[in-house]
């Protein structure tokens, strides 16, 4: 079905593109978790006099995330099934939102970025996990001769 709107040539650019772009996501993601652990302020605004104790919430979440993150990568890496990726994605997605819910629960502002990372992080799951389920689907459409 989705031949009819791309031909193979440029649905073949569109998955290297997403798969690059998913790539860069998850490295990035980990850097800025490792950075944002050491106390760095370099992606996040990890002030600790503002966020008191919270501040080791916000960067142990991220550690988890992250491990989270590369879990899935592994997995879907190993089993080649990328359909995976499209709820780790909405997942990253409604944490956009959640991260809100938490600085007004707490009373504390939380840095925009993190929404940002976390829009990101989520179109980029999205994006690699869709299109390459679509992909496979097409090559088990050709396979069995639908």
Wanted: net charge negative; glycine share 8%.
């Amino acid at each position: 079905m989705i031949a009819k709107f791309f031909n193979p040539k440029k649905l073949q650019v569109l998955s290297t593109v997403l798969a690059v772009n998913f790539n860069v996501a998850v490295i990035f993601l980990l850097v800025a978790s490792l950075v944002s652990a050491a106390g760095s302020s370099l992606f996040f605004d990890n002030n600790s006099e503002l966020y008191g104790p919270l501040a080791g919430n916000l960067r142990l979440m991220l550690i988890y995330l992250t491990l989270s993150q590369f879990g899935a990568y592994c997995f879907c890496s190993f089993s080649r099934n990328y359909r995976a990726l499209v709820p780790v994605g909405v997942f990253w997605l409604l944490l956009t939102g959640s991260i809100e819910f938490y600085g007004q629960v707490n009373q504390i502002p939380i840095d925009e970025d993190y929404g940002w990372l976390f829009l990101y992080l989520g179109l980029s799951n999205l994006g690699y996990g869709g299109i390459m389920a679509i992909n496979m689907s097409e090559y088990r459409d050709v396979d069995s001769g639908t």
